[in-house]
């Protein structure tokens, strides 16, 4: 669902304009607002797992990076910046007043109906023109799976694996996640 708004931004005008928003949550896709839909449970329990489980993997393996739920932006391009429901990025984090984070190495989308195609297209092919994104994990709640796309080592991307179980070794940042505690029982 796009917002009304007059003229097409850039990601820094997108970024002050949405501070002044006194409620939602947009992306940009080509200077256009893009205002987020409201999420179910099922959706909002696989955002806070996903999240849970990074941050367990980095304490885990001892790597300097952080995790972030959604909220912060990733700038794709002058005219794109994309909010991800969770990422893994190296440390330092970003000052606590920063809007984005310019170094993400893992990006989560919780897929639904109404942000299936986009998820895996739009963003998907976005994500990618990030040069310090090497994972974009997208998670299926309903089929409890993961489609993990990687960065292949020559630059462009390996073959998409859709996991129902197993470990995903995330390297970089060197982590690893387990399907099965992604969507565990609650």
Not at 25 to 35: A, F, K, P, S, T
Not at 107 to 128: C, H, I, T
Request: hydrophobic content about 45%; aromatic content about 6%; proline content about 9%.
């Amino acid at each position: 669902m796009s917002v009304i708004v007059s003229e097409r931004m850039t990601v820094d005008e997108f970024l002050a304009w949405s501070v002044r928003q006194e409620k939602g949550r947009y992306e940009l896709q080509d200077g256009r607002v893009i205002m987020q839909q409201s999420q179910n449970v099922a959706h909002l329990r696989a955002k806070g797992r996903i999240f849970m489980v990074l941050v367990a993997a980095i304490r885990r393996a001892g790597v300097a990076c952080y995790a972030t739920p959604d909220g912060a932006t990733v700038r794709i391009g002058p005219r794109t910046g994309y909010e991800p429901d969770a990422l893994v990025a190296p440390l330092p984090m970003p000052d606590d007043t920063a809007l984005e984070i310019p170094n993400p190495v893992i990006v989560v989308e919780v897929l639904s109906p109404s942000s299936l195609k986009r998820d895996l297209s739009d963003k998907l092919a976005g994500y990618f023109h990030v040069p310090s994104i090497a994972h974009y994990l997208a998670l299926d709640p309903e089929e409890h799976a993961i489609i993990w796309h990687r960065r292949a080592p020559g630059g462009g991307l390996e073959p998409p694996l859709v996991m129902k179980a197993g470990v995903l070794r995330l390297d970089p940042p060197g982590i690893e996640i387990a399907v099965e505690d992604v969507f565990g029982l609650d």
